[in-house]
């Protein structure tokens, strides 16, 4: 794990923390930030049933954790960083260690310290059982742009194999003539109908 | 036989396809499963005859349309479900559901008979002439020969389901309007139902407004104490005491002709009144082209309820379901001009239509009638 420096520092009265000299929250009005950021979030969990927890990548001074929470209560938020530091600036939220453990646990905020690996396969199936949705809190990934970009696309299977995969681009004319389709691939052409 | 029917559908649809499943109990001695939507489940517990499989549609889309979501549960989802279905080990799966999403699931679902459209291997089988023909032609059609359920049953060598009676009610004081489908573009303006209300109600009859609890909302404010949020269980425990349900083309209509409650539809916007019409021998029904207003379908439906031939008492046109569950255009016998010159009265017949107008030219049909 990369190290990082994270402080705090008092902009035009309010309190600001950075990671290596980078805020990680608006320097002007965190709170009305966190705020817009939270309704704009719920209207899109509201576009459906929403099941399983609520990742939120990017944990910081966690005002948008706080501002999500307040608007839907209901919600199993677990906040995702990779900056152990953050513990002592992010308030009493409880600290899990796992993926697993985070949407086992009962905690209305959890939080997680990502390592550099990503989720693994069986961990995701597991998570698939229940379903989950990944949000950003862009502001606070400075300074772990590249890791959160990565943590996202392994939890949202946007990579680009995934890609190929859902667009059946991953295998030539010949292999699609004389393999026969496996049951995701079979999967896949059913789910296209569904959204087409 | 273990037989797994395919209805991947909306509820109406679903409704329509209760009467291909009685072809197929009748053809022989088999226990039915049922691999139906989720949006189907509140149609479940109505046939507990059946063992239903659901396929959770919504759910699907969301995880796969919305960002915040991993596409790949959607994945599990359908994978799950399907496996599911194919540890229940069936001797025959019938398609009645000729679109690629089910005939995709077909390549998914394992029996030693498939039946209907559906892809192997990520190919396609199960192709007949009356599939290419749904597909070229009868798809394309106003006004096809045969209806949905006909041809459908004809793609899956199935005996054509009985059309349904309607039980006499002649106790029944209620008449039973149900303003809402699914689809804007089918419904009748709420000024018409109300008009039509007030029509029946002036002929002594108790109107209720039904729809879904979930319409309550909506219809409530607008029909007020004559509005009765009714589930389908409840349609069926009550239906006794229907003369009549005037309906949209909606699954509430189609139930009702499972239950044998008479019913007058209206065909507005995409319901096409020769594709997917009430399987119920004598039902009427109104179309867009007819140029009908309330009072028209308030003299119709009093009509029949006192045994009156419909065209005796009508001036425009409207549809009837003959005897081989086809709809018949019957355009009524000119009528003379009242000595007003403005309006027709009709002279014959039990059923006054005193004060109905001819026939609106280029009155637009879903739009209130200011005629009345």
């Excluded at chain 1, 985070?102 to 997680?112: D, F, G, M, N, P």
């Excluded at chain 1, 693994?120 to 890791?147: D, I, N, T």
């Excluded at chain 2, 089918?186 to 009859?205: I, T």
Aim: aromatic fraction near 8%; charge should be negative.
């Amino acid at each position: 794990m990369r190290l990082s420096r994270l402080s705090r520092e008092i902009i035009e009265g309010q309190e600001v923390l950075l990671r290596d000299g980078v805020s990680l929250h608006s320097r002007k009005d965190a709170v009305r930030e966190a705020e817009t950021w939270a309704e704009t979030q719920s209207n899109a969990l509201s576009r459906g049933t929403l099941q399983g927890p609520v990742f939120v990548l990017g944990c910081g001074a966690a005002h948008h954790l706080r501002a999500l929470s307040q608007l839907r209560p209901e919600l199993h938020l677990v906040a995702v960083d990779f900056d152990e530091e953050i513990l002592a600036c992010a308030g009493d939220f409880e600290l899990i260690l796992g993926f697993r453990e985070a949407i086992q646990s009962q905690v209305k905020i959890a939080l997680i310290i990502a390592s550099q690996r990503s989720t693994s396969e069986h961990e995701k199936r597991h998570l698939f059982g229940m379903g989950y949705s990944v949000l950003r809190f862009r502001p606070a990934w400075a300074g772990f742009e590249a890791e959160y970009t990565a943590l996202e696309a392994s939890l949202l299977d946007n990579t680009p194999e995934s890609i190929l995969t859902w667009s059946g681009a991953g295998k030539t004319e010949t292999e699609k003539d004389t393999t026969p389709l496996t049951e995701d691939e079979k999967l896949i052409l059913a789910l296209k109908e569904v959204v087409s | 036989m273990k037989t797994l029917c395919v209805s991947l559908l909306r509820l109406g649809d679903f409704f329509h396809h209760m009467h291909l499943l009685t072809a197929v109990e009748g053809e022989s001695q088999c226990e039915i499963q049922i691999l139906a939507f989720d949006e189907v489940k509140p149609a479940a517990k109505l046939f507990p005859q059946y063992k239903f499989h659901f396929i959770p549609r919504s759910e699907l889309q969301y995880e796969l349309v919305e960002k915040h979501r991993n596409w790949r549960r959607a994945l599990h989802l359908l994978g799950t479900e399907l496996r599911k279905v194919n540890a229940q080990k069936f001797d025959r799966i019938l398609n009645m559901t000729h679109t690629s999403f089910a005939a995709r699931c077909l390549d998914l679902l394992n029996a030693p008979e498939k039946k209907g459209l559906s892809f192997e291997d990520g190919r396609v089988r199960g192709w007949n002439p009356i599939l290419k023909y749904v597909n070229d032609i009868w798809r394309n059609e106003e006004s096809p020969l045969m209806n949905w359920v006909d041809v459908t049953a004809l793609s899956l060598d199935l005996a054509e389901p009985p059309l349904l009676d309607a039980d006499e009610r002649p106790s029944a004081r209620e008449i039973w309007l149900q303003p809402l489908t699914s689809d804007i573009r089918k419904n009748w303006d709420f000024a018409n139902w109300q008009k039509l209300a007030a029509h029946l109600s002036q002929a002594g009859f108790e109107v209720r407004v039904i729809g879904a609890p979930n319409e309550e909302e909506v219809l409530r404010p607008v029909f007020g104490t004559a509005f009765t949020a009714l589930t389908f269980l409840e349609m069926r425990e009550q239906k006794q005491s229907c003369r009549i349900l005037i309906s949209g083309d909606t699954s509430v209509l189609h139930f009702a002709v499972l239950e044998k409650i008479p019913v007058h539809g209206i065909y507005l916007g995409p319901a096409n009144a020769f594709k997917t019409p009430p399987r119920q021998k004598g039902a009427i029904l109104w179309t867009e082209h007819s140029g009908f207003g309330p009072r028209d379908v308030a003299a119709a439906a009093l009509a029949v309820i006192q045994g009156v031939d419909v065209a005796s008492v009508e001036d425009v046109p409207f549809g009837r379901i003959n005897s081989f569950g086809r709809l018949h255009i019957r355009t009524p016998a000119r009528h003379e001009p009242a000595s007003n010159g403005s309006t027709y009265v009709k002279t014959t017949g039990r059923v006054s239509t005193e004060g109905a107008g001819p026939s609106g030219s280029g009155r637009r049909v879903g739009q209130e009638d200011t005629r009345l």
